[in-house]
DNA sequence: GATTTTCTGTACCGTACGGTACGGTTCTGT
DNA sequence: ACAGAACCGTACCGTACGGTACAGAAAATC
């Protein structure tokens, strides 16, 4: 509740722990994530594990909501623009939002969180969706309704616009690439991707002032 | 080799063994489809599911390929169509995409793929992705194709039209799902969401024949 | 410097699972 | 009727993992 650091977080040598443990989970799979292997990377003990976690199911969530406290600010939520440059700051979105997703920690944390889907809610999912929003998702439905409210689009709804540019830029890729399919596309296909989206959006809910 | 099976398929025993399976699973996770659990379930022997499918891997992968092979053909191909009969098609498209990926099976063995995505390849992705394609995406594709020759749709790509089309349709829907957060949405709001997808498709790819 | 707390390393326990072995039973073909 | 195959049920083995216990080191507190 005070000024800064409001939830009790973790001690630095925590997170130090968590993000070995990141690591192992990035490069093996959940499989490869046991309270052994983790303790052993990252050079502690295991009662020390259970002590700071409680259990298995604890030190996923610790380490999911971990990586969900990494916010990236994003661009900034709104001054008065042109319409050239609301364009340029959804591509910039759409840029980031697939290099996001198509990265090595997106993919194992969304698996990660897939996986445990099914059994007892650890409410990884939720976790992960609302850091997902938070990252993203906001700030740009935000940027949308900005741009609305500007006259250089036409919205009925910013959330509805927003899921409709999100499902224009993402398509399949990924679950494609949850799937496992594909390497990396290139950076070069990614900003083509990226513009080709903001001008399916644009021809969608651009308001037509040019004309 | 020989006139029809072409594929060595199962016999009518085995697959029943594997629908019992795959019930399992539908309605415990992965971490419930354990072979005694299968055995127990399906009435037969674990020596006999070894005999049968060599090992767990070759299990999952037996399901998931019978799954596969569960093709339901979905709309005609093209005959010389109206505007109005092609939009349409797509919204039954679009209803039977939202219906399929957001039934149990589909979000469990969609969970179960990715989840193996990441230890040694045994190709359930890959497997999953081409009979995913294979129910849908490819038919849809043609018709996309046939409309653009038919000069009701202006199409550079029909790969790109559809993978549009799906983005339209499918949006962050799926991953929601996949990650175990919404309750499935009533068919009044997926009958919803087909019509103003594909009614956005429309005004992305449709010519105007009515100008 | 002594005491107390926290930590590491290892050993340990119980359990669950993948895979195999085997005796008994049903089915099939002759 | 009989032989052989396929199969069921169960028991069994080895291993791996989650979680706990414990002894000694390190750090912190006084």
Not at 10 to 23: C, G, I, N, Y
Not at 93 to 121: H, M, P, W
Not at 187 to 208: H, I, S, W
Request: hydrophobic share 40%; with cysteine; charged share 25%.
């Amino acid at each position: 509740m005070s000024t800064e650091s409001t939830q009790p977080e973790f001690t630095d040598r925590q997170r130090a722990v968590l993000d070995k443990a990141l690591e192992l989970l990035v490069e093996g799979g959940e499989k490869a994530l046991t309270t052994a292997a983790i303790a052993r990377a990252a050079g502690c003990s295991k009662e020390s594990l259970y002590k700071w976690f409680g259990d298995r199911d604890g030190l996923l969530a610790a380490i999911v909501t971990r990586q969900a406290s990494k916010v990236i600010p994003g661009a900034d939520p709104s001054a008065n623009m042109s319409k050239q440059s609301l364009r340029a700051a959804l591509e910039e979105f759409a840029r980031n939002l697939l290099e996001t997703i198509s990265g090595d920690v997106s993919l194992a944390l969304n698996r990660l969180a897939i996986g445990q889907a099914s059994k007892a809610d650890t409410g990884l999912g939720a976790i992960l969706q609302k850091s997902g929003r938070a990252r993203i998702g906001a700030q740009t439905t935000a940027l949308l309704e900005a741009g609305c409210k500007q006259g250089h689009l036409h919205c009925e709804d910013p959330q509805d616009a927003y899921s409709t540019l999100y499902g224009l830029v993402v398509r399949d890729q990924h679950l494609r690439m949850l799937l496992g399919s594909d390497a990396k596309a290139s950076p070069k296909d990614l900003n083509l991707t990226a513009k080709t989206a903001v001008e399916q959006f644009m021809k969608l809910y651009g308001a037509d002032t040019t004309r």
